[in-house]
Antibody, heavy 119, light 109 residues
Framework: EVQLVESGGGLVQPGGSLRLSCAAS????????MHWVRQAPGKGLVWVSR???????TYADSVKGRFTVSRDNAKNTLYLQVNSLRAEDTAVYYC?????????????WGQGTLLTVSS | QSALTQPPSASGSPGQSVIISCTGT?????????VSWYQQHPGKAPKLIIY???KRPSGVPDRFSGSKSGNTASLTVSGLQAEDEADYYC?????????FGGGTKLTVL
């Protein structure tokens, strides 16, 4: 059974850093494209970052230079390093798996982890 | 990287049909057959209900269907049921990134 479990969220001061984790089971993370998507309280879904199976990464303009996506193949885990945090980064962060052979559709999602940026 | 345009709300009575639109540009919706639709109930993670414009994942009722014309994609929910009340989001591949719509709250009257 495919499962994604995010962790690492919490309360961070503006300018701070955190690393979000997404532990995968039931499939191999390195064999699929993976997304990070966030949702601010009461707002819509916003795409944050993608890592392809070949390791290529892309980012939304709003996080470029501050966020870094990576994966640990041995731990079958996806990460999102978030630096220079701003109040507007406050959101539930979801990791999601892109369907095999697809380039966009996310067929499995984690339950999300809440990141709150506040002093 | 502007969000795709969706109506903020839609509604219909049980048994009726509702269409939700998702408008982008030739660089996203119009340029690729990679439009997806997600259903999200309050406090839950999104669920994929349509991929590649008009395909349904296993287990998704055929009451949900998708289409695309030019830069606008559409989700049709036929035979509305109470459990269809949720937020609906479209997304599209856009080359270097992926873009979501702003979301539509579907109310079953």
């Amino acid at each position: 059974e495919v499962q994604l479990v995010e962790s690492g969220g919490g309360l961070v001061q503006p300018g701070g850093s955190l690393r979000l984790s997404c532990a995968a089971s039931g499939f191999t993370v390195s064999g699929f494209w993976m997304h990070w998507v966030r949702q601010a309280p009461g707002k819509g879904l916003v795409w944050v970052s993608r890592i392809k199976s070949d390791g290529t990464t892309t980012y939304a303009d709003s996080v470029k230079g501050r966020f870094t996506v990576s994966r640990d193949n041995a731990k079958n885990t996806l990460y999102l390093q978030v630096n220079s945090l701003r109040a507007e980064d406050t959101a539930v962060y979801y990791c999601a798996r892109v369907r095999g052979g697809d380039i966009a559709a996310a067929d499995y999602w984690g339950q999300g982890t809440l990141l709150t940026v506040s002093s | 990287q502007s969000a795709l345009t969706q109506p903020p709300s839609a509604s219909g009575s049980p048994g009726q049909s509702v269409i939700i639109s998702c408008t982008g540009t030739s660089s996203d919706v119009g340029g690729y057959n990679s439009v997806s639709w997600y259903q999200q109930h309050p406090g839950k993670a999104p669920k994929l209900i349509i991929y590649e414009v008009n395909k349904r994942p296993s287990g998704v009722p055929d009451r949900f269907s998708g289409s695309k014309s030019g830069n606008t994609a559409s989700l049709t929910v036929s035979g509305l049921q109470a459990e269809d009340e949720a937020d609906y989001y479209c997304d599209s591949y856009a080359g270097s990134n992926t873009i979501f719509g702003g979301g539509t709250k579907l109310t079953v009257l």
